[in-house]
């Protein structure tokens, strides 16, 4: 299996920038793909980001948060990032790191391990 562990979180100002951790651990060569969501009180978990393993390709969930954060990864200490700028009230949330295993599509959406979470707060 692989764990998963978010880190980075914390509060911010609104327009403030944060950059979110994901460090993967246990067999770890069978990541494909990193994705990101996020879920706020009361709301549903949300799609964020997905960053393709092999290559680095990511891609975004359409709205508000477009343009604002940018996905990445650094397969050499097997860690995920997920930089955050501009942020907004609207942002805060609890944010996951998850992985795939399984090598789908990256717009498949679909995740074998989850972290625990890292909380984002954007006071206004």
């Known amino acids: 299996q692989v764990q998963v562990a978010e880190s980075g979180g914390g509060l911010v100002q609104t327009g403030g920038s944060l950059t979110l951790s994901c460090a993967a651990s246990?067999?770890?060569?069978?990541?494909?793909?990193f994705g990101w969501f996020r879920q706020a009180p009361g709301k549903e978990r949300e799609f964020v980001a997905a960053?393709?393993?092999?290559?680095?390709?990511?891609?975004y969930e359409s709205g508000s948060r477009e343009g604002r954060f940018t996905a990445s990864i650094d397969r050499a200490t097997d860690t995920a990032y997920l930089q955050m700028n501009s942020l907004r009230a609207e942002d805060t949330a609890t944010y996951y790191c998850?992985?795939?295993?399984?090598?789908?599509?990256?717009?498949?959406?679909?995740?074998?391990?989850w972290g625990q979470g890292t909380q984002v707060t954007v006071s206004s």
């Open positions: 960053v393709r393993w092999h290559d680095g390709a990511s891609i």
């Open positions: 998850a992985v795939d295993t399984v090598g789908r599509d990256i717009m498949a959406r679909e995740y074998d391990y």
């Open positions: 246990g067999r770890t060569y069978m990541i494909r793909n």
